[in-house]
């Protein structure tokens, strides 16, 4: 089988390079990273390729800055392209912030600008990809996730499927504070990409979704990413909302941290990738694989080490982390299990390619999997992965409150999806302004004008 990763240069894709080759049960002859940046393919690209020397697999990874020479042939395509790099994250998020909205990279403003961005380069990528291996599947790990998947999904004869590791993240949480393992539990999920709630957890059978609303304080102390949310609140929304649902219940809290702070999330990543490609740099030119693999774990340690922090807290705990992975030691380059975006990709694969089929939560079209969106709305829930496809599952009684805001959600998403094909910039706006973060039309306008100025040629479509 033949994987090719467009993107293939970014910073996560050394850690899913080695998750893929690690893992028991799927198995690539080739995996071709498309890279058209030249640093990053002598950086992370270039550990990417090396770690398959030391993984006993040389040759199985190879690195092309042309797109078809990738492509040609593959038989799963993930996409992890970020348009415009990290920079173009943090505009995204400051011209939303300057306005005191949330400026985040997948949710409201800035997930509107980064899909705006995004869209008309994924669906030409399809088309080359249409072109070189129609049977292909593309698994999407593009942000926003959901909105990318729902683009590819209408727009384009590839078959797409969207993943993301925070549902699954979430249950593992779960898990682990009630003492069990993934094997014994059984859930209820369902919502659009980074805007779910976990509405039943049940360990051995027995439902305990109350015992974890009872012991919510209990929760937020075993895990930082539960104590964004009030107590009462929770218990009384009765469903567990996963963490990005924090941007919608607390804009104005969010808005506040980011001031205390002083710098979004995009600028601290931004800084953070720009240390991790010096340390790749300069450990390649000392050392070798080894010495690269620890300075490419430390800053990616530190990275998810700080996850939300700033947004939550008001303080990104870099110092803090830095000390926790620093008394760690250096990461072994071999062991351990692929987890995260790595690991729910593999479950995709050995699912579609019957070695495994099972239940992965997706992004996916809808179905009836959610009774209130229309079948082909790409939505997130559970579904079964096989050799025939993705069949999407019931997601259980969601809040309604939550329904609300899923609906309105989803409207602006089909919105969006329409202007960033027919390139209408007054549709973007109205787009955006049918957001739940956004208020009224003249703000989406302005924000939509100054993204257009902002972006330059990345936004050089819309008319």
């Given at each position: 089988?033949?994987?090719?990763?467009?993107?293939?240069?970014?910073?996560?894709?050394?850690?899913?390079?080695?998750?893929?080759?690690?893992?028991?049960?799927?198995?690539?002859?080739e995996i071709w990273l498309f890279e058209p940046d030249e640093l990053r393919r002598k950086t992370t690209g270039r550990l990417a390729v090396e770690l398959a020397t030391a993984l006993g697999q040389p040759g199985a990874v190879r690195l092309t800055?042309?797109?078809?020479?990738?492509l040609q042939g593959a038989d799963f395509v993930f996409s992890a392209i970020r348009v415009g790099g990290d920079r173009a994250r943090v505009i995204d998020e400051e011209v939303a912030l300057r306005r005191g909205i949330v400026g985040q990279e997948t949710t409201g403003p800035g997930g509107c600008a980064m899909a705006l961005r995004t869209i008309p380069v994924l669906l030409s990528y399809c088309e080359m990809l249409a072109s070189c291996a129609p049977a292909a599947v593309l698994i999407n790990f593009t942000n926003p996730a959901g909105l990318i998947t729902q683009a590819v999904s209408l727009h384009s004869s590839v078959r797409v499927v969207g993943v993301c590791d925070t549902p699954s993240s979430i249950?593992?949480?779960?898990?682990?504070?009630?003492?069990?393992?993934?094997?014994?539990?059984?859930?209820?999920?369902?919502?659009?990409?980074?805007?779910?709630?976990?509405?039943?957890?049940a360990v051995d059978g027995q439902e305990r979704i109350g015992t974890l609303l009872d012991r919510y304080e209990e929760l937020a102390r075993f895990d930082h990413v539960f104590a964004a949310f009030d107590p009462a609140f929770v218990r009384r929304l009765g469903a567990l909302p996963t963490e990005y649902v924090y941007y919608f219940y607390?804009?104005?809290?969010?808005?506040?941290?980011?001031?205390?702070?002083g710098a979004s999330r995009g600028a601290d990543v931004l800084r953070l990738n720009a240390e991790?490609?010096?340390?790749?740099?300069?450990?390649?030119g000392t050392g070798g694989v080894d010495d690269a693999w620890a300075a490419y774990s430390m800053v990616m340690g530190v990275r998810r080490d700080t996850y939300m922090r700033t947004d939550t807290e008001g303080e990104n705990q870099q110092a803090?982390?830095?000390a926790r992975r620093g008394a760690a030691g250096p990461a072994e380059l071999t062991g351990g299990r692929p987890g995260g975006y790595e690991g729910v990709a593999l479950q995709v694969i050995d699912g579609l390619t019957?070695?495994?089929?099972?239940?992965?939560?997706?992004?996916?079209?809808?179905g009836a999997s959610l009774g209130f969106l229309d079948p082909d709305d790409v939505v997130e829930v559970p579904a079964l992965v096989h050799g025939g496809g993705v069949s999407p599952l019931a997601a259980g009684q969601l809040p309604r409150s939550a329904r609300g805001l899923i609906t309105q959600t989803k409207q602006y998403e089909r919105e969006l999806v329409d202007a960033a094909v027919s390139g209408d910039a007054g549709l973007a706006a109205l787009a955006l302004a049918l957001h739940p973060l956004v208020p009224g039309v003249t703000v989406a306008r302005e924000m939509i004008s100054e993204y257009r100025e902002l972006h330059g040629p990345h936004l050089a479509y819309l008319r």
């Open positions: 089988m033949k994987l090719a990763i467009l993107g293939g240069g970014g910073v996560r894709i050394p850690a899913f390079v080695r998750g893929v080759l690690s893992s028991p049960t799927v198995a690539f002859d800055s042309e797109a078809e020479e990738a249950l593992d949480r779960l898990a682990r504070f009630l003492g069990a393992g993934r094997d014994r539990i059984a859930f209820s999920y369902g919502g659009l990409n980074h805007l779910g709630w976990i509405t039943s957890f607390e804009p104005a809290g969010y808005v506040a941290a980011v001031a205390r702070a991790l490609l010096d340390a790749i740099m300069a450990a390649f803090q982390a830095r019957a070695r495994s089929p099972g239940e992965v939560i997706v992004n996916t079209r809808n």
